[in-house]
């Protein structure tokens, strides 16, 4: 085996499949996808040629996408804030193997595995104002003062989806989190409690530097996917109210595929893609650490 592994003939062949189907489903359509962003067209008759004036245009006259753009942020700031600490906190506290721990990582996990419009059909019955539990839940702790319709309040609804965003993916990171963990030798936790070690320093001193690299892998995956979101707010909101939860993805729907203007549509994917790329370089920044020996 050693003996084919060396051979680069055979890594090439053995590499070469998964290449072409990357090649296939992912480079040329991007590299499409750039030059496509340089035409004004509807994929229908000629295109013409406009160079920049696609991104000119976003960057200084399209209202919607910085307000798109906004959105996507506030994705990023909520799903860092909720899926890195409560995901880590939740992750720690399986960890240490309490009473039932299987039965609660289930739990946690499950909601990633529901499909995205089933959990946004079930939320979008919840937030309804006329029977939504939301506001029932609000009622029955005395802060029925609250109750609104969340998804059509310009200034509570892209807060809502954030909410159920949480809901869905916090346990998936956790689970992420947790397998890190299980990797980290038991010895370590043995010697630090006879040195009397709390279960805070050994959180602080033992398992949070270990498992550094998996957070940075972790941090690019909420980034990525909170810049991706799309079929909450389309099944939630549309992007409404008055694009008030328009993300960029859902704004690039509907460039592409109501206005039929693809050229415009396909800027918006470019930097899209681009602060997908910047998300990696900054997370690796944060997250730098050398390669621990145990």
Known sequence: ????????????????????????????????????????????????FVGLKNYISLFTQDDIFWQALGNNMLMVIGSLIAHMPLALLFANILFNKIKGSRFFQ????????????????????????????????????????????????????????IIVVMW?????????????????????????????????????????????NVLRIDAVLIITGSLKYYDLVAVMTGGGPNHATELMSSYMYYRGFRTLKYGYASAIGVILLALCVLSLVISNIAFKSEDIQY
């Open 106 to 161: 289930t739990v946690f996990f499950l909601p990633n595995v529901i499909s995205g419009v089933a959990v946004g059909l079930m939320w979008s019955f919840m937030y309804n104002s006329q029977f939504g539990l939301v506001n029932e839940f609000l009622s029955l702790i005395g802060l029925g003062r609250f109750s609104q319709d969340w998804l059509a309040n310009p200034k509570t609804a892209i807060f809502a989806i």
């Open 1 to 48: 085996m050693n003996k084919v592994m060396e051979n680069k003939k055979y890594i090439l062949l053995f590499v070469l499949p998964a290449f072409l189907i990357y090649l296939c489903f992912s480079l040329i359509p991007i590299i499409y996808n750039f030059i496509i962003s340089m035409y004004s067209t509807d994929l229908m008759s000629p295109g013409i």
């Open 168 to 212: 869905q993916y916090v346990g998936y990171h956790m689970i992420i989190q947790l397998a890190a963990m299980k990797n980290i030798p038991s010895s370590l936790y043995e010697a630090a409690e006879i040195d009397g070690a709390s279960k805070w320093k050994q959180f602080t001193n033992i398992t949070l530097p270990l498992i550094k």
